[in-house]
């Protein structure tokens, strides 16, 4: 499938969703790209994975803001890399650098510069403690085992969905019943 392929299916499957985040946010290595940045040369051209960018596309399509968190030790590489793939307009916030949190850090930078509530991002990475930290500050989190497809996008809108909506119905149940009804 093409990237028009892939960007036309992703828009379709954010139609039957009853929630969208407000904001995505990938890893980069083994999430977006196919490789660790540290292990290859500037020189290089990159190439993301094959659903990639039809997916980052049919995000921006839908007014959902996207962005990165990465734990790169050569955040000058994989800025070059984005650079190359025509890329790094899109995101509203890039944090590269490498960290010895879990990107706890790297979520607190989004938040402040996004002023997006964690509760209303979903996030892609695929190292498991990245997403058990992440998910605590109350992210849904994804893990990808071969790199962002619209598999992935189904299963972590999903889930963004069902944690939207048992906010929502906690939301509903704590607030008071219409006392009307009652005195009828
Ligand atoms: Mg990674």
């Known amino acids: 499938m093409g990237d028009d392929g892939v960007r036309n299916e992703a828009i379709e499957i954010m139609g039957l ?8 946010v990938f890893d980069l290595d083994y999430t977006l790209w196919p490789f660790y940045c540290e292990c290859r040369s500037k020189c290089d051209m990159p190439k993301l994975y094959p659903q990639a960018k039809g997916i980052l596309y049919a995000l ?11 734990r790169s030790p050569t955040p000058d590489i994989a800025n070059t890399f984005l650079d190359k793939l025509g890329l790094k307009s899109m995101f509203v916030a890039q944090e590269i650098f490498s960290s010895w949190t879990h ?5 607190q930078r989004i938040n402040r510069k996004t002023r ?26 994804i893990l990808v085992g071969n790199g962002v497809n619209l598999k992935a996008l189904k299963q972590g809108l999903s889930s963004f969905s069902q944690s939207r909506s048992s906010l929502e119905g906690n939301n ?8 009307k009804t009652e005195e009828k």
Do not use: W
Request: aromatic letters at 8%; hydrophobic letters at 35%; proline letters at 5%.
């Open 17 to 24: 969703c009853q929630f969208l985040p407000r904001l995505v």
């Open 60 to 70: 921006k399509d839908k007014g959902v803001h996207i962005a990165i968190a990465s």
């Open 103 to 107: 990107k706890t850090d790297h979520f």
């Open 116 to 141: 997006i509530p964690y509760n209303e991002m979903l996030f892609f990475d695929d190292e498991d403690r990245n997403i058990e930290a992440v998910s605590k500050m109350g992210v849904t989190s």
């Open 172 to 179: 509903q149940n704590s607030s008071p019943k219409s006392s």
